[in-house]
C-alpha cells in the first residue's frame, strides 16, 4: 500500500482515512488500529498514532511483516498467565477483577478481548463488533479492577443501555500526589484529545468569558478517604466516562495520580520511579448494575497487594 493524502482529506484521523478509503479492504478499524500500533503503517516514513491527523501530500506506507514481527508470544505472554480473576458469571454475564498491565482491546499482543474469546467461545457473536466481544465498557491499562462482560445479546443491550443511562454505579480508588485540602469535589473541565494525537487534555470551561466548544463535558467527582504528608487517597466516581477521564482531570486539577508517567509532572515521575510502583494507583474497585431480570448485583474487591504496600511505604 501506497497512498498519498490529498487536500480534500487532510486533517483526518488516520485510522478512520484508512477504513473510509478502503486502502486496507477487509480490515476493521481495531485490525487496523492494532497495525498501526505495531509500526507497520508508517506516514513519511515515520511510526504514528492512529489519531494522527494527515497532512496533504503525506505518504501512507504500509510496511510488510517478517517473521520477527509475527512471531507468537513466549509462553510467559499467554493469556493463561494474565491474572484475571472472575468475581461472578452467570448465564448472562461475566464479572472480572481485570489486571493492571492488561490492555483491553485494540492492540498488538493478547488483549483481554483475546482470552474472552479464547475462554468463552460463543461471545464472539456478542456485541457490536467482533473485536469488542461482549465488551460494554473499559479500564485502561495500568488500571486495575472490576469489569462486566456480557455473555448473551439480551444482556450486552441492557448492560450498553445502563451505561448510556449512566446508572450503572462504578467507583475506583486512587492515590493522587499532594495534600487535597477539600473533603470532597468536583472536577469538571471539558477532555479532549491533545495535539499529539495520544494524550487527552482538559479544556478550560470558558474562554474570554465565553463557554467553550471544544472538548467533550466530563464530570469527576471525589472524596478524600485519607491524607498523607504528601498524598491523598481519594474515592472517585465518574459520571461521564472519558478516555484517560480521571487522570487528566486530576492532572488539571494540580494533583496527578501516583504511578501516571504520562500526565504527571518531572517532579511525580521521579517520585513514582523512587516508588517503585509499574502502574497506576487506580483500581475500579466498586461496581452495581441491574441483570436482565431486574435484580441489583453489587461488587467490590479489596486494594491489590502491590498497592496496599505502596500505602505502607508512604506513611
Given at each position: 500500500?501506497?497512498?498519498?493524502?490529498?487536500?480534500?482529506?487532510?486533517?483526518?484521523?488516520?485510522?478512520?482515512?484508512?477504513?473510509?478509503?478502503?486502502?486496507?479492504?477487509?480490515?476493521?478499524?481495531?485490525?487496523?488500529?492494532?497495525?498501526?500500533?505495531?509500526?507497520?503503517?508508517?506516514?513519511g516514513g515515520l511510526?504514528?498514532?492512529?489519531?494522527?491527523?494527515?497532512?496533504?501530500?503525506?505518504?501512507?506506507?504500509?510496511?510488510?511483516?517478517?517473521?520477527?514481527?509475527?512471531?507468537?508470544?513466549?509462553?510467559?505472554?499467554?493469556?493463561?498467565?494474565?491474572?484475571?480473576?472472575?468475581?461472578?458469571?452467570?448465564?448472562?454475564?461475566?464479572?472480572?477483577?481485570?489486571?493492571?498491565?492488561?490492555?483491553?482491546?485494540?492492540?498488538?499482543?493478547?488483549?483481554?478481548?483475546?482470552?474472552?474469546?479464547?475462554?468463552?467461545?460463543?461471545i464472539k457473536k456478542?456485541?457490536?463488533?467482533?473485536?469488542?466481544?461482549?465488551?460494554?465498557?473499559?479500564?485502561?491499562?495500568?488500571?486495575?479492577?472490576?469489569?462486566?462482560?456480557?455473555?448473551?445479546?439480551?444482556?450486552?443491550?441492557?448492560?450498553?443501555?445502563?451505561?448510556?443511562?449512566?446508572?450503572?454505579?462504578?467507583?475506583?480508588?486512587?492515590?493522587?500526589?499532594?495534600?487535597?485540602?477539600?473533603?470532597?469535589?468536583?472536577?469538571?473541565?471539558?477532555?479532549?484529545?491533545?495535539?499529539?494525537?495520544?494524550?487527552?487534555?482538559?479544556?478550560?470551561?470558558?474562554?474570554?468569558?465565553?463557554?467553550?466548544?471544544?472538548?467533550?463535558?466530563?464530570?469527576?467527582?471525589?472524596?478524600?478517604?485519607?491524607?498523607?504528608?504528601?498524598?491523598?487517597?481519594?474515592?472517585?466516581?465518574?459520571?461521564?466516562?472519558?478516555?484517560?477521564?480521571?487522570?487528566?482531570?486530576?492532572?488539571?486539577?494540580?494533583?496527578?495520580?501516583?504511578?501516571?508517567?504520562?500526565?504527571?509532572?518531572?517532579?511525580?515521575?521521579?517520585?513514582?520511579?523512587?516508588?517503585?510502583?509499574?502502574?497506576?494507583?487506580?483500581?475500579?474497585?466498586?461496581?452495581?448494575?441491574?441483570?436482565?431480570?431486574?435484580?441489583?448485583?453489587?461488587?467490590?474487591?479489596?486494594?491489590?497487594?502491590?498497592l496496599k504496600n505502596?500505602?505502607?511505604?508512604?506513611?
Amino acid at each position: 500500500m501506497n497512498t498519498k493524502i490529498t487536500q480534500e482529506n487532510s486533517g483526518q484521523r488516520l485510522d478512520k482515512f484508512l477504513v473510509k478509503s478502503g486502502a486496507l479492504p477487509g480490515m476493521t478499524r481495531n485490525q487496523i488500529q492494532k497495525l498501526i500500533k505495531q509500526k507497520l503503517v508508517r506516514v513519511g516514513g515515520l511510526a504514528v498514532s492512529p489519531h494522527y491527523n494527515l497532512k496533504a501530500g503525506e505518504a501512507i506506507n504500509l510496511i510488510e511483516q517478517t517473521a520477527e514481527t509475527t512471531a507468537p508470544a513466549s509462553p510467559k505472554e499467554t493469556r493463561e498467565n494474565y491474572n484475571i480473576s472472575i468475581i461472578d458469571q452467570t448465564a448472562e454475564f461475566l464479572v472480572i477483577n481485570k489486571p493492571a498491565g492488561l490492555v483491553v482491546h485494540g492492540a498488538s499482543g493478547d488483549t483481554l478481548a483475546d482470552w474472552l474469546k479464547e475462554k468463552y467461545p460463543k461471545i464472539k457473536k456478542v456485541g457490536d463488533d467482533p473485536e469488542r466481544p461482549g465488551l460494554v465498557h473499559r479500564l485502561d491499562k495500568d488500571t486495575s479492577g472490576l469489569m462486566v462482560i456480557a455473555k448473551t445479546q439480551d444482556s450486552f443491550n441492557n448492560l450498553k443501555k445502563q451505561f448510556q443511562d449512566r446508572t450503572i454505579d462504578k467507583q475506583y480508588a486512587a492515590l493522587a500526589y499532594g495534600k487535597i485540602q477539600k473533603d470532597s469535589g468536583v472536577i469538571n473541565f471539558p477532555v479532549a484529545r491533545a495535539k499529539d494525537g495520544y494524550k487527552m487534555a482538559a479544556l478550560p470551561l470558558t474562554v474570554k468569558g465565553q463557554l467553550s466548544d471544544r472538548g467533550r463535558p466530563a464530570e469527576t467527582r471525589f472524596w478524600v478517604m485519607k491524607k498523607f504528608i504528601n498524598y491523598t487517597l481519594l474515592k472517585i466516581k465518574i459520571i461521564t466516562g472519558r478516555t484517560h477521564q480521571i487522570r487528566v482531570h486530576l492532572a488539571a486539577y494540580d494533583h496527578p495520580l501516583v504511578g501516571d508517567n504520562i500526565y504527571g509532572t518531572a517532579k511525580t515521575r521521579a517520585a513514582n520511579k523512587k516508588l517503585g510502583l509499574n502502574r497506576i494507583f487506580l483500581i475500579a474497585d466498586r461496581l452495581a448494575f441491574t441483570d436482565l431480570a431486574g435484580e441489583p448485583k453489587s461488587y467490590k474487591i479489596n486494594l491489590s497487594q502491590d498497592l496496599k504496600n505502596i500505602l505502607k511505604q508512604i506513611k
